[in-house]
């Protein structure tokens, strides 16, 4: 299989996926802040008020953020989707995600029925507005990328019909086996829309930025539709009540998700850098994690484990690890890129290395290393290394900004303050 070819002049204006990308760090440090306050007692049980805002602090609000963004992105680039005009002057969306977070998160730490209500109509809505938006913007796509997104989309749709049908349990609205929902929700959630969409990018991103052979057709063409049997088997579970649900997600699990991880580590073993950087690492990390997560799973459904392990090493250890590790190249790229094309532009851009040194790389490598060690040692020990851990999440959410921030300064300022570098033509292939 060749590598997949990237359409970079359909890049849509550079501020538009960032508007996204802003939103991660505050909400990773909020995250931070929560671990460092509440400590031990945010790990007690995966269903303290505590508990439930952490978790969705970081699934909606740092993740969630940057995988929209990414599809803002991605789907012009990959698919060859056109996305309307207005969605590139729709400020108010990623403004609508973000406060929508926030008053979940407030809503799980302070019940409040107001509070509830509001933040399910500015999730929903803003997630109604741009799911319609994307796949009529993907309606012509006829791509392999353009179906590997197409069901990440649809099970973001499914995951978010979900948590709104747990939301209406929780005000009482409606009745049914609470907890059995949660495993159907937790499983759509982490496999056919996190998963599948960090497969949908991985195809083109990790043989780019990591000089790896591409991944295999016969692979990519079966193993995203075969995940869907995860969640629509834990669904017909759920009839069957929450055990049948909870044990039909784990068996699923470990059928299911390690297959991409394997794909990609052995792709990884044949990169052709010279060195290991940070990207590597990471992307090591989260692939690492993603075939312990489903074991951890299990141990959990046995009673042996915490869920809690399963939780850090499936958000923190992979999905996390990912995100760092993209965040280091792609903001970088889009910079470089978007300099590349500036009309009436004078001299040439700055490598992606000179827009993020890779020593501002590395740093944030050993920080999301050091807080994933703190988060599992608090599994062990709560005190003090909850608290520690999320020092460690709050310096790691710091240092995302910072290599936020040198991106968007490069692209204000150049070229008053850079020097002029060698060309590079845009192509599939890392400048710099």
Not at 62 to 69: D, K, R
């Amino acid at each position: 299989m060749k590598a997949q070819p990237l359409d970079v002049k359909s890049s849509p204006p550079y501020a538009v996926p960032l508007r996204w990308f802003a939103l991660a760090p505050p909400m990773l440090a909020l995250t931070g802040l929560l671990l460092l306050f509440e400590g031990p007692t945010a790990v007690l049980s995966r269903w303290t008020p505590a508990a439930l805002a952490l978790t969705h602090l970081t699934a909606l609000g740092f993740m969630g953020s940057v995988m929209l963004g990414s599809l803002v992105q991605v789907l012009p680039v990959l698919a060859g989707a056109v996305w309307p005009p207005m969605m590139f002057r729709w400020h108010l969306l990623p403004a609508a995600w973000g406060t929508g977070v926030l008053l979940l998160a407030a809503s799980f730490l302070w019940p409040n029925p107001a509070l509830t209500g509001t933040a399910a109509m500015l999730l929903t809505g803003t997630l109604a507005v741009f799911l319609s938006i994307a796949f009529l913007a993907l309606a012509s796509a006829r791509n392999p990328a353009g179906g590997d997104l197409r069901r990440a989309l649809t099970g973001f749709a499914l995951t978010a019909l979900l948590g709104l049908g747990l939301l209406a349990q929780r005000e009482g609205i409606w009745l049914a086996d609470h907890f059995a929902w949660v495993s159907w929700h937790v499983a759509s959630a982490w496999s056919v829309w996190g998963l599948g969409l960090v497969a949908a990018i991985a195809y083109a991103v990790v043989p780019m930025f990591q000089l790896t052979p591409p991944y295999p057709e016969r692979f990519r063409a079966r193993w995203g539709k075969a995940l869907w049997l995860l969640p629509l088997a834990v669904g017909a579970g759920v009839a069957f009540g929450n055990k049948v649900a909870t044990g039909t997600a784990v068996l699923g699990a470990l059928l299911l998700v390690p297959p991409f991880a394997v794909q990609t580590l052995q792709l990884q073993a044949r990169s052709k850098r010279p060195r290991h950087d940070a990207t590597w690492k990471l992307w090591r990390m989260a692939m690492v994690s993603t075939l312990a997560a489903p074991l951890a799973a299990l141990l959990a459904a046995g009673d042996v484990l915490s869920p809690w392990w399963a939780g850090v090493i499936v958000f923190w250890g992979g999905f996390a690890a990912v995100i760092c590790g993209m965040w280091v190249k792609i903001l970088p790229f889009l910079t470089w890129l978007h300099l590349q094309q500036r009309p009436g532009r004078q001299g040439f851009p700055p490598t992606m290395l000179r827009i993020t040194p890779e020593a501002q790389a590395d740093r944030l490598w050993r920080m999301h290393a050091l807080a994933a060690a703190l988060l599992l040692a608090g599994l062990i020990f709560p005190e003090p290394f909850m608290r520690l851990a999320g020092l460690a999440v709050i310096a790691c959410a710091a240092q995302l900004g910072y290599i936020l921030w040198l991106a968007v300064r490069t692209y204000r300022r150049w070229p008053k303050t850079t020097q002029a570098q060698v060309e590079v033509p845009p192509s599939t292939t890392s400048p710099g």
